[in-house]
């Protein structure tokens, strides 16, 4: 850890001023093997995680563990090598492995520090499957194992270098040496997870750093997804099923004036608003012919069931819009991205709906109910869009699983490049993330749940 510092210094990461004195001044303690009373914490920890989204008859269940600690000021370091033992998967749209994995043996680090855990790497595999020594991994752990293991000093070298381009474009800045240290140490990480996604993607997509990856799992997903649609616990609507003809080869709505420019949502779980109103906005279009960027705000103050910045479920979006009677634009309410009193003014309404109704899981139908009918509303599970860039995502499905759905976007169009079919997918986190603030998603296996949640705003 202290030999990144005169490369931190080196490349101008850290502040001029003359430091104060730090954890590392006290120097980091070595490994030491450490009891299962007090493995116990970071062990449940890394189980939960590892559970996250799974339906409860699925999750996996902590069996021996084992470890050690390394201690650093006020914070720790674990190392756990732990046996899960998880239950046979009866679901044939989930369990696509020809051997149903039972045992499984995982190394996890989990950190703690103020106060927090933070889960800073996952490898999992068959218990049968001999675990590589940590010091060969080819996904090499930030900290060396022992005093005699560290990493190749070109390794920090690269990373540092890399690190400094990303607080060059992403115009980050850090107040203390110890938070720039902690940052670094997640940035390495999340290049290293980056890395692993991408050898595990069918698609052709690529991953590496975005303005997201200084920030933990658990930072991001509370920050920027909605964990509340994975309940799925808002109003029912009508399903209606597309009768008519079938799907044009490709369609896009941007090229036909139905989709406003992309928007950022900031720190703020709202992308549930972002994708109720960029549907209502594409509907307000085919109805009325007048493209209006809608409030989102309106949705975050005055939708009484939904929970703001914490999340929220499109069905019960759409319902706040028939109770209030109809969204303002952007310009009369405009986006904080925080909860605030409601102001809205019945007066200033532009665009009202009449209905909401949901739409069929099969993706050739919602294809076609798309090119008819504009863009569509849906959810998906947001695996690898901490480090998405561009091209077409395919993750492999049990990394990907419809059971863990926690961000909403707006589908705008679809079609294939080559022969590899998409999804267009407008996203809520600005234009400098991803294809200009688009994703693009495989079409036609049901990828990441993109088909399990779709639904739409009617407008007479």
């Known amino acids: 850890m202290a030999s990144w510092l005169p490369l931190l210094w080196l490349l101008g990461l850290l502040p001029a001023a003359t430091p104060a004195p730090s954890r590392r001044d006290a120097g980091a303690q070595a490994w030491e093997p450490a009891s299962p009373e007090l493995l116990r914490r970071p062990a449940r920890f890394a189980l939960d995680t590892y559970n996250r989204g799974l339906a409860a008859g699925a999750r996996a269940v902590l069996g021996t563990v084992s470890g050690r600690v390394r201690r650093a000021g006020r914070g720790s370091l674990y190392s756990l090598k732990v046996t ?14 020809p051997v149903t994995k039972k045992t499984l043996l995982c190394s996890f680090e989990v950190s703690y520090e103020l106060g927090k855990h933070a889960l800073l790497k996952q490898d999992c595999g068959p218990v049968d499957t001999k675990m590589k020594d940590d010091k060969n991994e080819t996904s090499s752990p930030l900290l060396p194992l022992s005093d005699r293991d560290p990493l190749p000093q070109d390794f920090y070298v690269r990373m540092a270098s890399l690190f400094k381009y990303f607080i060059t474009t992403y115009n980050r800045t850090y107040e203390t040496e110890e938070e720039a240290q902690w940052r670094m140490s997640i940035f390495i990480n999340n290049m290293i997870k980056a890395q692993k996604i991408q050898a595990l993607d069918r698609g052709t997509a690529q991953y590496g750093v975005t303005k997201f990856s200084d920030l933990t799992e658990e930072e991001f997903r509370t920050i920027y997804l909605n964990p509340l649609l994975k309940e799925e616990l808002g109003k029912k609507m009508r399903l209606v099923k597309f009768v008519g003809d079938p799907a044009p080869p490709e369609w896009d709505w941007r090229k036909k004036g139905a989709v406003t420019k992309v928007k950022n949502q900031g720190m703020c779980g709202s992308c549930w608003a972002f994708s109720v109103t960029g549907n ?11 493209l209006l960027s809608l409030s989102e705000q309106e949705l975050v103050d005055c939708d009484t069931v939904d929970k703001a910045c914490m999340g929220g479920l499109p069905s019960n979006a759409y319902s706040a819009i028939e109770t209030l009677g109809g969204l303002e634009t952007e310009d009369d309410y405009s986006y904080s991205g925080h909860l605030q009193t409601c102001s809205f003014s019945a007066q200033k309404v532009k665009v009202y709906i009449n209905d909401s109704v949901e739409l069929s899981h099969n993706e050739q139908e919602l294809a076609a109910w798309l090119a008819k009918n504009g863009p569509i509303s849906i959810a998906i599970n947001a695996f ?77």
Not at 280 to 290: A, I, M, P, S, T
Not at 426 to 435: F, P, Y
Request: charged fraction near 20%.
């Open 84 to 97: 899960l033992e998880e239950l046979p998967c009866t679901d044939p749209m989930v369990c696509q492995l």
């Open 280 to 290: 209502v906005e594409g509907q307000w279009f085919l109805k009325r012919g007048d």
């Open 384 to 460: 690898g869009m901490q480090f998405y860039r561009h091209g077409i995502s395919h993750p492999l499905r049990p990394l990907c699983s419809r059971w863990f759905i926690d961000h909403a976007v707006l589908l705008v169009g679809y079609g294939n490049r080559s022969d590899v079919p998409f999804w267009a997918i407008k996203n809520s986190w600005g234009t400098d993330w991803g294809e200009e603030g688009y994703y693009y998603l495989h079409r036609g296996s049901g990828a990441c749940g993109v088909n399990v949640m779709a639904s739409s705003a009617v407008v007479n």
